[in-house]
């Protein structure tokens, strides 16, 4: 029987693929990983029969391994239990952790030399030619589970990279899109973390907003697809019904469409390489009546023009970009900086950091870069904190 892991699976990307993986017999979740949501991680160990149950927190370890005693599943906790989790043999795993923590475990499922599902998308900005290079040497297949990037994975099927002229990545323009320019200063995280289409977990939705989320797909679809920066474009598309295009030599456009539901990219990564029912809402354009397309203002949205900037210097640009971003995030949720700060903070921090374009070697080296460049956006939007 086909075995599966899933990591960050008390999260809203793990939860939509435990709803697939109830509805498939045939496979066997071995392992599953989450955070704090230890209630919701118990339920999920005992409903789907895992093997292994593993909270990322020390401190959560306890009250996980009381809440499956008796159960006979194997309980452990800390950062590194999850990435020995990694190692567990399984057959296709699930990579939806949010932010760089889900860079270690992803490495190590590698080493399986199976299917990797990827919906962390931190893991190709901080570290892509390094994860790309390592799926090569163990004989592994990375699936690209953002859904932009798995329209753009099956609008290349059976394609020539080369005759690929551009990509362009869609976006909705988040919850702030129609709010006049000078009010952003003053959106609250509760505001900026409503999204219109999508549902989807606290961080990436005010990334959604800010357009770090879209930033951080420019970055993972010149990562993953081998695309120079020039080559990968955005346009906002408030419907969200078309994910992704790709523009060929020839003039083609080939559109990705379908209903803003996580299931499908998931779905088509656990079903690769073939397609099978999937339990999403069937498109229905004549209800939509329209799709509309503009072109994104780089002065509301001065992420997209950082993603330009990390892709042109390459090196170890994305992951100080990552990391300032997520640092940016974190005060900006604790209302220390405005909504606007959190470009500041994450150029300002690209701007001053030492040995930029040098590219990292290891894993070991990227954690590194990623601890220095978070303790540098510490300092600086702390500065800048108190006077939004
Ligand atoms: P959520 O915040 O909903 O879930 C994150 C998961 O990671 C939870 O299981 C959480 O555990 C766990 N987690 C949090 N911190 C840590 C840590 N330090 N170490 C280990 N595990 C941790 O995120 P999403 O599901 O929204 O997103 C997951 C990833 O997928 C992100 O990289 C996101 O960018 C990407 N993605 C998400 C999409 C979506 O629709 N949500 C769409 C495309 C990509 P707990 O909650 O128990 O603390
Ligand atoms: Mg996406």
Known sequence: M???AVFGSTGSVGV?????????????????????NVALLARQAVLHGAELAVTAHEECYRPLKEALAGTGIAVAGGPAAVVEAGYVPADWAMSAIVGAAGLAPGFAALSQGKVLALANKESLVTAGPLLLAEARAQGATILPVDSEHSAVFQALRHEDMAAVETVTLTASGGGLRDWPIERLAHATPDEAGRHPNWDMGQRITIDSASMFNKAMEVIEAHEFFGLAP???????HPQSLVHALVAFRDGAVMAHLGAPDMRHPIGFALNWPHRADLPVARLDLARAGRLDFSQPDLVRYPALALAQQVMRTGGAAG???????????????ARNIGFLDMAAVV??????????????????????????????????????????
Do not use: W
Not at 320 to 327: H, L, P, S, T, W
Not at 354 to 368: C, I, M, N, T
């Open 230 to 236: 020039e080559q990968v474009a955005v346009l906002i």
């Open 2 to 4: 086909r075995r599966v």
């Open 347 to 388: 150029e300002s921090v690209l701007e001053r950091f030492d040995g930029l374009s040098r590219a990292p070697q290891s894993l070991a080296e990227v954690l590194a870069i990623d601890a220095e460049a978070r303790a540098q956006a510490n300092r600086v939007a702390q500065a800048r904190a108190g006077k939004h």
């Open 16 to 36: 939509s693929t435990l709803d697939l993986l109830a509805r498939r017999p045939d496979l066997r979740v071995a392992v599953l990983t989450g955070g704090r």
């Open 319 to 333: 992951c100080v970009f990552n990391a300032a971003k997520e640092i940016a995030l974190d005060h900006f949720i």
